[in-house]
T-cell receptor, first 115, second 120 residues
Framework: EAGVTQFPSHSVIEKGQTVTLRCDPI?????LYWYRRVMGKEIKFLLH????????ESGMPNNRFLAERTGGTYSTLKVQPAELEDSGVYFC?????????????FGPGTRLTVT | AQTVTQSQPEMSVQEAETVTLSCTYD???????LFWYKQPPSRQMILVIR??????QNATENRFSVNFQKAAKSFSLKISDSQLGDTAMYFC?????????????????FGQGTRLTINP
């Protein structure tokens, strides 16, 4: 079974540009989460999808961030326009809807550098 | 809101030694899970061990065990007979349990992490 995958692994963009991160969850996992770790600080929650619906987006920092999960499969997180403080590692995780729904499987992360 | 604190940014021990990583948390919830996640260098984060708050018995997974003190809101991780492959960032995390008012899976609240190095 393939794990959670994220693309790209690393992105370097200039301030003001747009970047789109992609996450492919484990097949069949209805729950999909985005987290972010900025400058060696704690990993912080951004938002949670159940299938294609946003269950909780309380962690989204501002309206420059837009997350989608069309069709309830993969998800994208777009940052437009990017600011310097957006630099960090963006993690995606998924979990099943039933059974061990508490066990989140993480992707390798996308390291975003805004210059 | 819940908070998780890991007061040890870095730790280093010799191979085969026992090491304990500290974690404290703050919550008004009574039902929750606590986790330790491990992220080896350049690799994905994986779940090491889980503790349900309603269980008094401390969780154990092979060389990994926890010391869960609910009243003190403390959740430390003990690694026995440490191995070179245990070198990683370790994150303590909290999750509210779904209940009557809160349905479905929940988000994780993480601590700042502890960088553990096992030396040969």
């Amino acid at each position: 079974e393939a794990g959670v995958t994220q693309f790209p692994s690393h992105s370097v963009i200039e301030k003001g540009q747009t970047v789109t991160l992609r996450c492919d969850p484990i097949s069949g996992h209805d729950n999909l989460y985005w987290y972010r770790r900025v400058m060696g600080k704690e990993i912080k929650f951004l938002l949670h999808f159940v299938k294609e619906s946003k269950q909780d987006e309380s962690g989204m920092p501002n309206n420059r961030f837009l997350a989608e999960r069309t069709g309830g499969t993969y998800s994208t997180l777009k940052v437009q326009p990017a600011e310097l403080e957006d630099s960090g590692v963006y993690f995606c995780a998924s979990s099943p809807r039933r059974g061990r729904s508490y066990e989140q499987y993480f992707g390798p992360g996308t390291r975003l550098t805004v210059t | 809101a819940q908070t998780v604190t890991q007061s040890q940014p870095e730790m280093s021990v010799q191979e085969a030694e026992t090491v304990t990583l500290s974690c404290t948390y703050d919550t008004s919830e009574n039902n929750y899970y606590l986790f330790w996640y491990k992220q080896p260098p350049s690799r994905q984060m994986i779940l090491v061990i889980r503790q349900e708050a309603y269980k008094q018995q401390n969780a154990t997974e092979n060389r990994f065990s926890v010391n869960f003190q609910k009243a003190a809101k403390s959740f430390s991780l003990k690694i026995s007979d440490s191995q070179l492959g245990d070198t990683a960032m370790y994150f303590c995390a909290f999750m509210k349990l779904p209940g009557v008012k809160i349905q479905g899976a929940q988000k994780l609240v993480f601590g700042q992490g502890t960088r553990l190095t096992i030396n040969p």
